[in-house]
């Protein structure tokens, strides 16, 4: 298998991550990969909030939400998923499956050790991350979920989501600087390109490509059972605290589909609803790390 390392110089003075590396070798099923991720904050923490990306982002995404839960004294675990960030690269894009990505959380997670965890996601890190704690109900205990969704396979595509595969299946090497930019327009040349900075050319691009084309589009596909499996957990198991906020200016998976999610979820809060912030929430975390502090803390 042909796989990609992007240079460690690629990484240098990136403007609001000046985070240790850490990187999870030869996970159990991934043998000769290496994962990387962060992991900030007090290692006895009483909390470990397990933070996960989607598509084209990195643990980058996290920077602004980091340093107030590492001040309020809790523990914060970012990796990049195989494809991403300071991960390792497979260039086949066969190798990126729904079943594969989820596979590698769970032995990261198993591996880590990780628990009374704050499962906090967005895009394919919910996708993914919702999926998870149904088969080890006993590491999680807090769900801070932002615009995302889960892939069940029996609910039609919006036609955002439908424009946006199109899109992606357009422009295989994509201009992810340029995405952030139009996405977050708040943001300075310097953090859209810190973005790009995980992939050098369009080879190192098959694990971001892929993913528009993994969300299960039907009831047979990688993914949709496990994700109706998890849906019914969350309707019906779920007793952990809810903290779910929406970037209302995200043309994809916004307020309506957020708003569907919530009534999947048990005891779910009315959501917190930011105004100016797209689909990239995190790029307005400071505020939803603040707010979902509170919440949990019954303030």
Same mark, same amino acid.
């Given at each position: 298998m042909n796989v990609l390392r992007t %240079?460690? *110089? @690629?990484?240098l003075d990136l403007p609001g991550y000046a985070y240790a590396p850490n990187y999870a070798q030869d996970l159990p099923g991934f043998a000769g990969l290496r994962l990387h991720y962060l992991d900030e904050g007090r290692r006895d923490a009483a909390h470990t909030w397990l933070c996960l990306h989607g598509q084209p982002t990195?643990?980058?995404l996290y920077r602004k939400m980091i340093p107030v839960l590492v001040a309020a004294g809790e523990?914060?675990?970012a990796p990049d998923l195989f494809g991403f960030g300071?991960? /390792?690269? %497979? !260039? /086949?894009?066969?190798?990126?499956?729904?079943?594969?990505?989820?596979? !590698?959380?769970? !032995?990261?997670? *198993? @591996?880590m050790d990780? /628990? =009374?965890?704050?499962?906090?996601? &967005?895009?394919?890190?919910?996708?993914?991350?919702l999926t998870l704690p149904m088969d080890?109900? &006993?590491?999680?205990?807090r769900l801070l979920v932002?615009?995302? !969704?889960?892939?069940?396979? /029996?609910v039609p595509m919006t036609a955002g989501f439908i424009a946006w595969r199109d899109? =992606? =299946?357009k422009n295989p090497d994509m201009d992810v600087a340029k995405l952030m930019a139009r996405s977050c327009p708040h943001l300075s040349a310097a953090e859209c390109q810190a973005y790009a900075a995980p992939y050098p050319d369009a080879s190192y691009k098959s694990g971001v490509r892929r993913f528009p084309n993994l969300v299960p589009d039907r009831p047979e596909a990688d993914g949709a059972e496990i994700s109706r499996r998890a849906r019914s957990w969350w309707q019906n198991q779920w007793n952990g605290q809810t903290f779910m906020a929406i970037g209302m200016k995200d043309p994809v998976l916004g307020a309506p589909v957020m708003r569907a999610l919530r009534k999947l979820i048990r005891g779910c809060p009315a959501p917190y609803e930011h105004a100016e912030a797209g689909h990239f929430v995190q790029e307005w975390g400071e505020d939803i790390a603040r707010r979902a502090l509170r919440a949990f803390a019954g303030r």
């Open positions: %240079p460690d *110089e @690629r990484f990195w643990s980058y523990r914060v675990v300071k991960s /390792d690269k %497979p !260039a /086949d894009e066969g190798f990126y499956t729904f079943g594969r990505h989820r596979d !590698a959380l769970v !032995a990261f997670i *198993e @591996r990780l /628990d =009374n965890i704050t499962l906090v996601c &967005q895009d394919w890190g919910g996708l993914l991350g080890m109900p &006993q590491r999680f205990s932002m615009n995302t !969704a889960l892939g069940t396979g /029996d899109w =992606n =299946n």
